[in-house]
Nanobody, 120 residues
Framework: QVQLVESGGGLVQPGGSLRLSCAAS????????MGWYRQAPGKQRESVAT???????NYAESVKGRFTISRDNAKNTVYLQMNSLKPEDTAVYYC??????????????WGQGTQVTVSS
């Protein structure tokens, strides 16, 4: 079982910044990809940013140039630095990790979500 614990959400004014963190724990042999997704009220969950173990990144068009994803492989942790936040960034942000257990079984796990609210 993999546990993903997110932190760093909150209320911020438009133009402000937040940094989300997500730490993975459990019998993890390797995590291939980690990412952040978000779901706004009444909308489907969407990919925000993903990063591979080697550091290759992918961003949603709506956040390019404002958000930066990074990871610390030694700590099994992924971060999302969010700058120039807009009201439309308001959503519950979920962490995702895919990898392999020591047993050789693959996993794909989600965090519990953290609320980000951008409002004046």
């Amino acid at each position: 079982q993999v546990q993903l614990v997110e932190s760093g959400g909150g209320l911020v004014q438009p133009g402000g910044s937040l940094r989300l963190s997500c730490a993975a724990s459990g019998s993890i042999f390797s995590i291939y990809a980690m990412g952040w997704y978000r779901q706004a009220p009444g909308k489907q969950r969407e990919s925000v940013a993903t990063i591979t173990r080697g550091g290759s990144t992918n961003y949603a068009e709506s956040v390019k140039g404002r958000f930066t994803i990074s990871r610390d492989n030694a700590k099994n942790t992924v971060y999302l630095q969010m700058n120039s936040l807009k009201p439309e960034d308001t959503a519950v942000y979920y962490c995702n990790a895919g990898g392999t257990y020591y047993s050789g079984t693959d996993f794909n796990s989600w965090g519990q979500g953290t609320q980000v609210t951008v409002s004046s």
